[in-house]
């Protein structure tokens, strides 16, 4: 029965959103499904309401990040932040390296402040305008955006998932960091050149005259003002210092209103904004440069809300209890990272959010590796890789709507797919190699 309800759960989720519906609804479907196999599973409504609403509670944190990012994203496209970037790189980077410069300054900016919604708010909506104004490919764009808030985001001394992941496993963060640097080498260099080559593949035949032209329109519309890269330069510089990324935010988020003060808002336009995006007059900036706001988190904050309930409900029912025997079974034949992948791609799909796959893996895959180190390892080059892949996770699509990049960007987010890739190869080749040497028909061994 608890494969059953699990694969309906996935197959609706499937249907749902091939057919373009929003993912809350299969999100609402899959909730009763789960609350209707506890209920005939002997458990109370009462009790699986009460552990559901605990659960969903945990998302408090999370959702207060939100609310500072939808505010943050409105007010540094209203006090021209991301316009005085935009015209500022615009001569530094051409629309061939448009998309290596976004992989890596979304790479350098989320190992800096460790979170891939706060690196998408800020630098990710930077690049999507820029590649925007420069007629860059925006799918392989949107792809380098996506793999470098993840960068940091996986390996970041101050990233949640990290901390989230040594929390879990009981290890220490430093041996956590120097394995995800050393696993993670091969698909950093070859997502580089993949990057460089398709930029170069991909570039538009003739974009310094409409890029020049977009410079100039963001120029007439906002001006050119150094001091509205003040909140850029507290989102950047000051998490350096040890303070924490909310209260960066919220510092941001302040310096951003001052700037739009000094440039004739009014307070009513400040609460606009803020609540509702950022809206341009002129059509053509209103391309590039709407969006933001409270509004824009309302669905991403529903999804965490019903997707975290289901942890109260898998702990209450022990649905994914009958689950571990299959992934034994897994770990057994083909090893403990095929078993994670195994589990952590169903739960990235169940979870639609990276916290819950992380959870969720750890939980039904504790028992297959022996060593937490390993285990660690295993989840960073695994649920935490694979979440964003999901493309109706808001680990992906909330990163795509920041970005302005189409939703079928995942499939360029090329350091994702090869971090699990190469981590797949590398300990199946370690493990047939330790299955020789310890095999009574090795020379070696015999002759010993």
């Known amino acids: 029965m608890e494969l059953f309800v699990i694969g309906a759960f996935c197959l609706q989720l499937i249907v749902f959103v091939a057919l373009g519906v929003n993912v809350l609804v299969p999100l609402v479907v899959g909730f009763a499904l789960f609350f209707a196999y506890g209920v005939l599973t002997g458990h109370g409504p009462r009790e699986l309401a009460?552990?559901?609403?605990?659960?969903?509670?945990?998302?408090?944190?999370?959702?207060?990040?939100?609310?500072?990012i939808g505010i943050l994203t409105a007010l540094w496209r209203a006090d021209g932040t991301i316009s005085q970037i935009v015209v500022m790189t615009t001569p530094l980077v051409s629309p061939a390296a448009a998309p290596l410069a976004a992989f890596l300054l979304c790479g350098l900016v989320s190992y800096l402040i460790g979170t891939s919604f706060g690196t998408a708010a800020t630098m990710g909506v930077v690049?999507?305008?820029?590649?925007?104004?420069?007629?860059?490919?925006?799918?392989?764009?949107?792809?380098?955006?996506?793999?470098?808030c993840y960068f940091g985001d996986r390996c970041s001394p101050v990233s949640s998932s990290a901390l989230l992941v040594r929390s879990v496993t009981g290890t220490d963060m430093r041996g956590n960091l120097l394995a995800m640097m050393r696993t993670a080498a091969v698909p950093l260099a070859v997502s580089v050149a993949v990057y460089a080559l398709l930029g170069l593949v991909l570039r538009p035949a003739d974009s310094a005259g409409a890029t020049a032209g977009v410079a100039d329109m963001l120029v007439g519309a906002f001006g050119y003002n150094l001091w509205a890269l003040l909140p850029a330069a507290i989102i950047f510089v000051l998490p350096l210092t040890g303070l924490g990324m909310k209260r960066c935010m919220g510092l941001s988020c302040a310096a951003a209103a001052i700037v739009c003060l000094s440039r004739g808002a009014s307070l009513v336009d400040l609460g606009r904004w803020a609540a509702l995006g950022y809206a341009a007059q002129d059509a053509d900036v209103a391309a590039l440069m709407n969006g933001g706001g409270l509004s824009s988190?309302?669905?991403?904050?529903?999804?965490?809300?019903?997707?975290?309930?289901?942890?109260?409900?898998?702990?209450?029912?022990?649905?994914?209890?009958?689950?571990?025997?299959?992934?034994?079974?897994?770990?057994?034949?083909?090893?403990?990272?095929?078993?994670?992948?195994?589990?952590?791609?169903?739960?990235s799909m169940i979870a639609c959010n990276q916290t819950l796959a992380i959870m969720l893996t750890n939980q039904l895959c504790g028992g297959s590796?022996?060593?937490?180190?390993?285990?660690?390892?295993?989840?960073?080059?695994?649920?935490?890789?694979?979440?964003?892949?999901?493309?109706?996770?808001?680990?992906?699509?909330?990163?795509?709507?920041?970005?302005?990049?189409?939703?079928?960007?995942?499939?360029?987010?090329?350091?994702?797919?090869?971090?699990?890739?190469?981590?797949?190869?590398?300990?199946?080749?370690?493990?047939?190699?330790?299955?020789?040497?310890?095999?009574?028909?090795?020379?070696?061994k015999a002759s010993v």
């Open 50 to 68: 009460r552990e559901a609403a605990i659960s969903a509670k945990c998302a408090l944190g999370v959702l207060e990040s939100f609310v500072l």
């Open 127 to 148: 690049c999507g305008t820029l590649a925007a104004s420069m007629g860059a490919s925006a799918l392989l764009t949107g792809g380098a955006v996506l793999s470098g």
């Open 297 to 347: 988190m309302v669905n991403v904050s529903l999804v965490v809300c019903i997707s975290s309930s289901y942890a109260g409900l898998f702990n209450a029912t022990g649905l994914v209890e009958g689950v571990q025997r299959f992934v034994d079974r897994v770990a057994r034949r083909f090893g403990a990272f095929a078993a994670v992948l195994a589990v952590g791609i169903p739960a």
């Open 369 to 444: 590796e022996d060593d937490p180190r390993k285990l660690a390892i295993d989840l960073e080059n695994g649920p935490v890789v694979i979440s964003p892949l999901i493309p109706w996770s808001i680990a992906c699509s909330t990163i795509m709507a920041f970005a302005g990049a189409p939703d079928s960007s995942w499939m360029a987010a090329f350091y994702l797919w090869l971090i699990p890739v190469w981590h797949l190869f590398t300990t199946s080749r370690a493990r047939k190699a330790n299955f020789f040497q310890k095999s009574p028909c090795n020379p070696a």
